[in-house]
């Protein structure tokens, strides 16, 4: 859509501000506030018809938790969410407000007209579950203020609301009013001639092509909100603020934003708006802030730049945000845009150095140029007079902080973001002058020293956000120092030198990951009762040993666990599994062994479980296929686990790396490529993720996989005493990427079918007992980089194909009846025993070819045919019958005189032969 096509005019998401003037009494009475039922006894009445007409608004609603339970007492002033006049011949109701109230509506009673003095009407948040608005509405006259926002009307827009000329406020946004009755907004908002606030925001007006007329006959109108919406045609008003926030608009900058010579505010994100109208802003004399964040904006930042020196605007501008376009070139001299406070052009490919000028810029608050190509010094003087500098982040970039050791900032930052960037070798001895900082990230910055004892001391109690990793960093943290956290910070300290025992104020963290550092000791610390904001924890990569303590019940916030790498020992406690909110636990290459606790399973969230390389024993409890229906990874390698598999492992629907390589175990779906392990992070002032990874070996060498990690479907049941055939349904697992069944007793043949496998990398079926032919199928699987089959019984020729041959020799080794390349042993033809051995072969295949389909269905019919016509014609013929019995009769009287003379032959045998002799 181009941007002509809609045009938004907000203020904010936020609804309109009730404090304003709507001519309400300066006594204006609320419940007790204001005396109503005193000690005497005496209560202020309110109006009776008024009363009722509540209390049937009343019958309209559905008030689950009882929140109106003061709707009934005689003097309705004191109701909740009524407000009255406190006049003296009698209270009228001039307020009605139920936006702190979790209500549902089903009607709205027709007799509320009943209160013809209301001046204020919010129903916000009563869900009406998508009926219409009532006309009756348009009757209460003396409204200011009318606010049916997010309360699931649908249908039409009544025009009676052009009845409401007392109108100040309007608010109708987050409702569900269909797009073929919204159209003729110019036949009853033009008559809201005092109406200076409008939101209909997020409702669906992509028909409405008569809004620019109705709202340019609103001479008041200063704050109109339609975001998320789809209009046609930009209005030409005195419009102070004009939002065009996500609305799809593309093309350039029109000129007639120009005309908007009153305009302030514009705000134009989230779109895909491409480029400029040099005419754009030539008469924006008050523009105050240009948001221009998330589109297409190409070109040279500096032309954009002149366009705006040009406009009147350069002397009034406060704010501009061109983040996240795509403007090239050098970084441009802003020193004339003097009133300029807040700077963000991050996401963008600004090349070259920052001027020094931009320290003359004395009102900055806020500078964002992160994510950017710039390089060059930054020195002293790019601060020189920034003394109301709060925010400052030229992250990922390729620049280099070069300050004197001595150098005292003139401002005291909130946000110091300079991750990425060439702080070191040295620590930065300013951060010393900063003490009210809340986020810090000095990541990745080249800084080879140790860590200052002052940067602990001098720590700023409001720090929400810390980030020193991927340095080096050396020394130790005060293990006796006491500090405390307003909030409960996020710490990201890894990859780095840090050594000696962690110290317990540390805890106080929600997020702390200490990995890859040379943190050696117990880890005694997480005692504390402060641990208990803990969500992710990570001290993988250390030196740390002892036991894993039996007060994990401390932990109950805990998401994360990751202990891998160190030298931890004895069982895994059983208090383990009090952590119900885990989702990843990862205990690789430590000392733990025993059985796995049952009370694991109590983690029923767990999505990644890593035990892998310790010495843990005992039988594959079933409950890891029962307990756990999100678990995605599951390695137990190398540690001592025996028994058979269980079969309840079959029920882990969406299990994608499942590894029992190197146990004593015997006996014997597609997944999702976009798939990541990600957890949600929510504290005070902040929210983030943390996305899991796994580590495995993979073509001979450990790796980690975070991004790609849905791409990994792997089995890994290496290095156990696995014994019989590999199962034909293996070729059912089609989405799989490695198999590994290397180093068992499996026997039999490799199944046919094993050339289904079309996503498979890695296939290892080495040093089992297989025997048969190589399937002709697996030359198929394009794919395949990684091959084993050495050191089975496996003969026969390697089938051709442009797979198969490309491996090394040694994928075949210890199979010396196998033949063909790649290997140097060819094929000897084999010869028949026969000369027509070949012509006797083909005709048995020839014969072979007649048992068909055809050849069943033929002798089928026939055996029908020959059956029933015999003895169909036996059933229903009687004389055919009867004569069958009495031949029967016969043939059994012939076999009988037959049998009784042999019978007698035989007895008189012996007599003859004796008297004879």
């Known amino acids: 859509m181009h941007f002509y096509a809609l045009i ?23 419940g007790v506030a204001l005396g109503h039922g005193d000690a005497s006894g005496v209560a202020v009445r309110c109006i009776e018809r008024e009363r009722e007409a509540l209390l049937a608004f009343k019958q309209g609603l559905v008030d689950q938790y009882n929140q109106l339970t003061s709707w ?96 100040l406020q309007l608010n109708l946004a987050y409702n569900h009013f269909a797009t073929n009755v919204v159209q003729n907004l110019n036949s009853w908002l033009p008559r809201l001639s005092s109406l200076t606030h409008l939101d209909l925001s997020y409702n669906n007006l992509n028909n409405t092509y008569d809004w620019l007329e109705a709202i340019n006959k609103l001479p008041k109108l200063r704050d109109f909100s339609l975001r998320d919406c789809s209009l046609h045609s930009p209005p030409i008003t005195s419009l102070v603020y004009l939002d065009l926030i996500g609305n799809n608009l593309t093309g350039p900058i029109p000129g007639v934003v120009g005309n908007m010579t009153s305009l302030s505010y514009l705000d134009l994100s989230f779109n895909q708006i491409e480029g400029w109208n040099p005419h754009s802003f030539a008469r924006l004399c008050s523009l105050q802030s240009l948001i221009l964040r998330n589109n297409r904006l190409s070109g040279q930042f500096s032309q954009l730049v002149q366009i705006l020196m040009s406009a009147c605007a350069q002397n009034s501008l406060k704010f501009l945000d061109l983040s996240y376009n795509h403007l090239v070139g050098p970084f441009p001299n802003l020193i004339k845009f003097l009133s300029l406070k807040d700077l963000d052009l991050s996401g963008n490919q600004i090349s ?4 020094e000028t931009i320290g003359k810029m004395s009102k900055l608050e806020n500078i964002d140029l992160s994510m950017n190509h710039l390089e060059g010094v930054i020195s002293e003087s ?75 001391r001098g720590m700023s109690p409001n720090l929400a956000f810390m980030n020193l990793s991927h340095n080096q960093i050396g020394g130790t943290i005060l293990a006796n120092l006491t500090l405390e956290f307003a909030y409960s910070p996020q710490l990201h300290l890894s990859s780095n030198k840090l050594e000696g025992p962690i110290p317990s104020f540390l805890s106080q963290a929600s997020f702390l990951d200490l990995s890859n550092n040379n943190f050696s000791g117990p880890i005694t610390w997480l005692r504390a009762p402060t641990a208990t904001s803990l969500t992710f924890l990570n001290l993988s990569s ?8 039996d007060f994990l019940t401390y932990l109950d916030n805990l998401v994360m666990l990751d202990l891998s790498y160190n030298a931890l020992s004895g069982k895994i406690p059983a208090t383990i599994g009090s952590l119900f909110r885990m989702e990843t636990l990862k205990l690789r290459s430590n000392r733990f062994l025993g059985e796995l606790p049952s009370s694991l399973k109590n983690c029923t969230g767990l999505r990644v479980i890593d035990l892998g390389n310790n010495t843990l024993s005992g039988p594959i409890p079933k409950w890891l296929g029962v307990s756990f229906k999100d678990l995605v990874i599951l390695m137990l390698s190398s540690n001592h686990f025996n028994g058979s598999m269980p079969s309840q ?33 929510e504290a005070p002032e902040i929210s983030d993720e943390y996305e899991d990874d796994a580590a495995f070996i993979w073509k001979g060498s450990m790796q980690v996989y975070r991004n790609t990690l849905g791409l990994m479907k792997r089995i890994d049941f290496s290095s156990n005493r696995l014994i019989g055939e590999i199962p034909k349904e293996i070729s059912h697992l089609v989405g799989l990427v490695s198999l590994n069944l290397s180093r068992n007793r499996l026997t039999g043949h490799i199944t046919p079918d094993i050339g289904k496998l079309q996503s498979l990398d890695a296939l290892d079926l080495s040093r089992n ?33 442009t797979q198969l041959q490309s491996f090394d020799p040694s994928t075949y080794a210890g199979n010396p009846q196998l033949c063909g390349p790649p290997l140097q042993k060819p094929c000897i033809p084999e010869k028949p025993d026969h000369p027509d051995q070949n012509i006797g072969m083909r005709k048995e295949e020839e014969k072979d070819e007649l048992i068909s389909k055809g050849f069943y269905i033929c002798a089928g019919l026939g055996f029908f045919a020959g059956f029933w016509g ?22 059994d009287d012939w076999f009988y005189v037959r049998i009784a003379l042999i019978r007698q032959r035989w007895m008189l045998k012996p007599s003859q032969t004796i008297s004879a002799r």
């Open 8 to 30: 938004a005019v907000l203020i904010s998401l936020q609804h309109f501000n009730p404090s304003l003037s709507l001519g309400f009494d300066n006594k204006v009475s609320s």
């Open 72 to 167: 009934g007492s005689p003097d309705c002033c004191t109701w909740e969410g009524v407000f009255c006049s406190n006049q003296t011949k009698g209270d009228h109701v001039i307020k009605l407000d139920l936006l702190l109230y979790d209500l549902q509506g089903k009607t709205i009673s027709p007799k509320l007209i009943e209160l013809q003095h209301l001046k204020y009407l919010s129903l916000y948040g009563i869900d009406f579950n998508g009926s219409q608005i009532p006309d009756f509405i348009g009757s209460l006259s003396n409204l200011r203020y009318l606010d049916l926002s997010d309360a699931s009307f649908g249908g039409r827009i009544p025009s009676q609301l052009g009845n409401l000329s007392h109108l």
């Open 352 to 355: 070259g150095i920052i001027p």
């Open 382 to 456: 790019h601060f020189s007079r920034l003394a109301r500098l709060k925010y400052l982040d030229l992250s990922f970039n390729s620049l280099v902080l070069n300050f004197h050791s001595d150098w005292i900032p003139p401002f005291q930052l909130d946000y110091i973001i300079l991750g990425s960037c060439k702080v070191g070798p040295n620590f930065p001895q300013w951060l010393q002058t900063q003490n009210f900082y809340s986020r810090l990230d000095i990541s990745n910055a080249g800084i080879f020293d140790i860590l200052p004892s002052w940067f602990w």
């Open 542 to 549: 250390n030196n740390l040993y002892g036991q894993l303590p």
């Open 649 to 681: 492992l079959c029920r882990l629907s969406r299990i994608q790396i499942l590894d029992f390589s190197m146990n004593n175990i015997s006996g014997a779906q597609e997944g999702n490529p976009n798939m990541k392990i990600t957890h949600y992070y």
């Open 769 to 801: 007992q297989l025997d048969g032919r190589i399937p002709t199928s697996l030359s198929r699987i394009d794919r395949l980089g990684v091959l084993d089959l050495s050191y089975n019984n496996l003969f026969g020729e390697i089938p051709i194909g």
């Open 870 to 891: 015999v003895c169909g014609s036996l059933i229903f013929i009687r004389s055919w019958r009867y004569a069958y019995i009495n031949f029967l009769n016969v043939l």
